[in-house]
């Protein structure tokens, strides 16, 4: 029987890693979260679906970071100040 925690790609026992980095990690991670989201909604579980898309888009979002565009900062920053005064 294979008890949950007992073996992972990321913890070997002398505290070296399989992943090199932090990117890898989470590029091996979002793998396996798309995997298990789709099992989850095959079984018709809709909150562990959404749960595990969440967690693949964190993961996803390591791997792929995206920068705000200056326009779009312009464009938060005005909406911060109408939300402030209401």
């Known amino acids: 029987m294979h008890v949950i925690g007992t073996h992972h790609s990321l913890g070997?026992?002398?505290?070296q890693t399989?992943?090199?980095?932090?990117?890898?990690?989470?590029?091996h991670i979002a793998q396996t979260l798309i995997e298990l989201r789709r099992i989850a909604?095959?079984?018709?579980?809709?909150?562990l679906t959404g749960l595990?898309?969440?967690?693949?888009?964190e993961a996803y979002s390591k791997v792929h970071p995206t920068e705000i565009p200056e326009d779009?900062?312009?464009?938060v920053a005005e909406i911060e100040k109408v939300a402030a005064q209401l």
């Open 12 to 15: 070997a026992a002398n505290g």
């Open 18 to 27: 399989r992943h090199r980095t932090e990117t890898e990690a989470a590029d």
């Open 41 to 47: 909604k095959t079984c018709g579980l809709p909150t």
């Open 52 to 57: 595990l898309e969440i967690a693949y888009y």
């Open 72 to 75: 779009a900062k312009k464009w």
